[in-house]
């Protein structure tokens, strides 16, 4: 209850710092509207006539079951790689061994292009769920596991040998010593991984399946359709920036309160 | 001595690699006393806390702690940043399963008892002074109500008025309870003041080379005692060479006449080699 309303209490304030956001983005619409001007609307539409594209779909109701499938595949597979990154880059950070370990296999992991997981996954899994899910999983869980490790391993030796010296038991180092501190690596990393899941879920529809926006644009590229191309665009642009500054920003304020108390930080 | 052992260190080594940090430490803690233990710095009075704490295990020695609770409270306040100050003060009694209401009551009314104002209870640390943390951190270890309670240099970063302050509070409490107190300080005033016995480190290896025990009750010893036997113990040629401060001359020691007041008494200490028939050992 305590939580709504601070949480309702600190929506204007929120909302208002949005303004510079929104007038970002509308900057760069004009920067599209220029381009389309110069180049003519077979390269690439003015945005109005994309939005107007955008709006006959969703009214149709042709594009919602399209952005479900999408964001069921991208966030199945996001949430995977937040639960076994997080999970074994908190145990690696826990061992200096397993963190020497684990950087080369990080490494080799970031490295290894998403595509190439992709003719893999379709050799695997075929046109299923799986593909995407599965591609979705490898690209984001070395960036979830990094964040999750830089964030052990930084945690502050005093408050390890306060912790040790007032006995308290595992469950409470996880969820007062070590997850609060280690919130302030994995968020970023999450919404890093947040922005290629749908990358990824989309390149690998586009490739793999029948069905989801993937398919859609590989539809449309190839009636040479612009127009709904940049229209489904649109659309998992606008969802990925929903659910960036709509769900995952309002929870970093909320668990990261006690670092804007004071002003600043306190005594190592 | 009715009293039971609180502390008890016998024959205690450790050593960093090759490098020897402590050597032959015996150390006797009756409950209910204070025990403060000077040196300078990087001669292992660190470690010695650590050892005693239990978060260093001993090489060679033994040290036997009591059988209640002990708690620590280390240099700097070591507060959880993401708690608030009620939490961070009851983060002990969390440890030991404690129902939030109770703990919550309870390191409530020990914050008020040392002075932290309601209002700061619901603050995070970082809104908080550095004498407040200080509060804080001291309101942790005590809400425990431990029968052992090591402090590491716990007042060197506070002015000498809040200094002041929290020794009273330490006090108090420690009348009250039978705590023994384990203090380590580079302050020979701050020891002089507190403890019943001050107990000399010297460094490269660590070893006790002096033991001396301040007159009277520490609740009741005044500013000029204290300054008078803080000058006292500066006088041993041990504690000088400890501290690295040049010999003094003999005309300068004053030594052979005890203050009419009453000092303090040196005690045996098995380290001791200085050859001054002044200090007893």
């Known amino acids: 209850m305590r939580l709504l309303w601070r949480l309702l209490r600190g929506m204007p304030a929120y909302l208002w710092s949005g303004w510079g956001a929104a007038a970002s983005l509308l900057l760069f619409v004009a920067l599209w509207e220029l381009g389309a001007a110069w180049y003519g609307a077979l390269i690439l539409p003015d945005p109005r006539t994309t939005f107007a594209t955008l709006a006959a779909l969703l009214q149709s109701g042709a594009a919602w079951p399209e952005l479900a499938i999408t964001a069921r595949r991208a966030l199945a597979g996001l949430l995977l790689a937040v639960a076994v990154g997080s999970g074994l880059g908190l145990l690696a950070g826990l061992s200096v061994t397993a963190s020497m370990m684990s950087r080369p296999w990080v490494t080799l992991l970031l490295g290894m292009p998403p595509i190439a997981w992709l003719v893999l996954a379709m050799l695997w899994f075929g046109a299923g769920d799986g593909t995407p899910v599965f591609t979705v999983f490898v690209a984001c869980l070395p960036v979830v596991f990094t964040g999750a490790l830089q964030g052990t391993r930084t945690l502050d030796l005093h408050l390890k040998d306060m912790a040790r010296a007032y006995r308290l038991p595992w469950r409470m180092r996880l969820l007062d010593l070590y997850l609060p501190h280690v919130a302030a690596y994995l968020f970023p990393a999450c919404i890093t991984a947040l922005g290629s899941s749908w990358k990824v879920a989309v390149m690998a529809e586009l490739l793999a399946t029948s069905d989801g926006v993937g398919a859609a644009l590989a539809v449309t590229r190839s009636h040479l359709d612009m127009g709904a191309s940049l229209a489904w665009i649109c659309a998992v642009v606008g969802i990925l920036l929903l659910l960036e500054y709509g769900v995952l920003e309002p929870i970093k304020r909320e668990l990261e309160r006690w670092r804007s108390a004071g002003g600043s930080q306190p005594l190592a | ?281």
């Open chain 2, 1 to 281: 001595m009715t009293l039971g052992f609180s502390l008890q260190v016998r024959g205690l080594d450790h050593a960093y690699g090759p490098t020897a940090v402590l050597q032959g430490i015996d150390l006797d803690l009756p409950a209910g006393r204070i025990a403060a233990l000077v040196g300078p710095s990087g001669c292992g009075k660190t470690t010695l806390l650590h050892l005693c704490a239990g978060l260093l295990e001993p090489q060679q020695g033994r040290i036997d702690r009591p059988q209640g609770a002990s708690a620590v409270m280390f240099q700097q306040p070591r507060l959880l940043p993401w708690m608030v100050t009620r939490d961070n003060i009851a983060l002990g009694l969390k440890a030991r399963g404690m129902a939030r209401a109770q703990r919550h009551q309870l390191a409530r009314e020990m914050a008020l008892a040392l002075g932290l104002p309601e209002a700061s209870l619901a603050q995070y640390p970082a809104e908080l002074s550095g004498g407040m943390q200080s509060r804080a951190a001291l309101a942790r270890a005590l809400v425990l109500a431990p029968a052992l309670l090591l402090m590491d240099e716990p007042f060197s970063a506070l002015d000498v008025g809040l200094r002041g302050q929290l020794h009273q509070l330490l006090l108090a409490r420690q009348v009250q309870s039978a705590m023994a107190v384990l203090l380590i300080t580079h302050d020979l005033m701050e020891a002089v003041r507190l403890a019943d016995e001050v107990l000399v480190l010297a460094a490269a290896p660590g070893r006790i080379v002096a033991r001396y025990r301040p007159p009277g009750e520490p609740q009741r010893r005044g500013d000029a005692l204290v300054h008078r036997c803080a000058a006292e113990l500066l006088q041993h040629p041990e504690v000088r060479a400890a501290f690295d401060l040049p010999a003094q001359a003999a005309a300068d020691a004053g030594m052979g006449e005890p203050s009419p007041e009453g000092g303090g008494k040196w005690l045996p200490a098995a380290q001791c080699r200085a050859e001054h028939a002044g200090h007893g050992c």
